[in-house]
């Protein structure tokens, strides 16, 4: 049965930083692009980075660029993103995601599979 699911969201001060973790179960870890994307209330889901299957190329959202930092960790099957200088728009649910072999459209949801439950993340003001 395959599993996304995430962790270390929670509420933090603007100018603070977070880790998010997804434990992948399931599948073949190593084979797989993986991706972070959010929603804030009344919003579309947006991308917001993106680590392809082969583990070489990340991809940042413009509005994430220079605060965030994906990383896998395929012995642990895990994906990471590490988020600082969080800003209070930066307030959404966030979640991991999973695509056999992704190599393009990193940052459109329908091209991947699998999804996690997802993890809150608010930024006070």
């Known amino acids: 049965q395959v599993q996304l699911v995430e962790s270390g969201g929670g509420l933090v001060q603007a100018g603070g930083s977070l880790r998010l973790s997804c434990a992948v179960h399931?599948?073949?870890?190593?084979?797989?692009?993986m991706g972070w994307f959010r929603q804030a209330p009344g919003k579309e889901r947006e991308f917001v980075s993106a680590?392809?299957?082969?583990?070489?190329?990340?991809y940042y959202a413009d509005s994430v660029k220079g605060r965030f930092t994906i990383s896998r960790d395929n012995a642990k099957n895990t994906v990471y993103l590490q988020m600082n200088s969080l800003k209070p728009e930066d307030t959404a649910l966030y979640y991991c995601a999973a695509e056999y072999r992704l190599r393009q459209a990193f940052g459109v949801a329908r091209s991947y599979a699998y999804w996690g439950q997802g993890t809150q993340v608010t930024v006070s003001s």
């Open positions: 680590y392809t299957w082969s583990g070489v190329y990340t």
């Open positions: 399931g599948l073949a870890f190593s084979s797989y692009g």
